[in-house]
């Protein structure tokens, strides 16, 4: 069984600039996360999606963060505009009944 | 508001000896426990979970432990390995009777280091 895929790995961007980040969960997982890792701290959550619809995004910054999850199967989160606080990994995660799985994440430097 | 808290930043241990990581939380509502594994650049996997109606899972080297009246966890290594080097992240869901528990709530991690 495949993993969470997320892509680019890796991202490096100047302040102000905008940003997306794909997400592909486990075929079949109905709920999606995002979630943002800054150094040194644990992940927190953004957004999350129960199909196409959002049940959670109370600690998404939505002067600049948006997500989407158009067909209930993959996801985009992007940041515009950018800010040096964003600089993190960001992380999505998949779940159908019970744990949820966690893709590689993207790290995101903005200089 | 740091709902669940690691207070140690990092543990360094012998091959063969016992880790112990403990986790903190504030929130009464939580009822799910989890702890994540997470390598250099990887995302977290878990690891092992416990219910708020036990005090106690078991699983192969790992054992955590729960006491409710503390509000505290731990997570037991025995033995230890150099395998097992990683972030350690406890986590905490409030799933109000529900099947998901991917809405977590994450202290800030452990590092663990097991020194041959």
């Known amino acids: 069984e495949a993993g969470v895929a997320q892509s680019p790995r890796y991202k490096i961007i100047e302040k102000r600039q905008s940003v997306a980040f794909w997400c592909n969960p486990i075929?079949?997982?109905?709920?999606l996360y995002w979630y943002q890792q800054i150094l040194g701290q644990g992940p927190k959550l953004l957004i999350q999606?129960?199909?196409?619809?959002?049940?959670?995004d109370s600690q998404l910054p939505k002067d600049r963060f948006s997500a989407e999850r158009l067909k209930g199967v993959d996801s985009t989160l992007k940041i515009q505009p950018a800010k040096l606080e964003d600089s993190a990994v960001y992380l999505c995660?998949?779940?159908?009944?019970?744990?949820?799985?966690f893709g590689q994440g993207t790290r995101l430097t903005v200089v | 508001d740091q709902q669940v808290k690691q207070n140690s930043p990092s543990l360094s241990v012998q091959e063969g000896r016992i880790s112990i990581l403990n986790c903190d939380y504030t929130?009464?509502?939580?009822?799910?426990f989890l702890w994540y594994k997470k390598y250099p650049a990887e995302g977290p996997t878990f690891l092992i979970s416990?219910?708020?109606?036990?005090d106690k899972n078991e699983d192969g080297r790992f054992t955590v432990f729960l006491n409710k009246s503390a509000k505290h966890l731990s997570l037991h290594i025995v033995p230890s390995q150099p395998g097992d080097s990683a972030v350690y992240f406890c986590?905490?869901?409030?799933?109000?009777?529900?099947?998901?528990?991917?809405?977590?709530?994450f202290g800030q991690g452990t590092i663990l280091t097991v020194h041959p």
């Open positions: 929130n009464s509502m939580f009822d799910y």
């Open positions: 416990i219910s708020s109606i036990k």
């Open positions: 999606f129960q199909n196409n619809g959002v049940v959670d």
């Open positions: 075929s079949g997982h109905a709920t």
């Open positions: 995660a998949s779940s159908s009944h019970t744990l949820a799985f």
């Open positions: 986590a905490a869901s409030d799933n109000a009777g529900g099947t998901s528990y991917g809405k977590l709530t």
